[in-house]
């Protein structure tokens, strides 16, 4: 399995690629990287799984936080915005 890596873009903002990780991978790894993400902070999830579009949000909404937006990044490739505030 690959390693999941968080960037750091500036102090209050971070991206995780999971493009190429079939669903649910998604899904059960967004579970983890919500709890370490700091208050008042967001991140940026690029993902290439239709699924995790309505998965990842729905997981994120159950934890408390909010997504800000998902968007179309490229043809069958998206970006979902989660924020810890």
Known sequence: MKEIK???????YYQVDM???MCPYPK???EKLIEKLPSQ????????CPSATKDVPEVVKEKGLRV????????GEWCITICNY
């Open 28 to 30: 059960y790894a967004i």
């Open 19 to 21: 493009r190429g990780w």
């Open 6 to 12: 968080v960037v750091k873009i500036d102090d209050s």
């Open 68 to 75: 800000e937006k998902v968007i179309l990044i490229n043809d």
């Open 41 to 48: 902070s967001c991140m940026d999830l690029l993902v290439d």
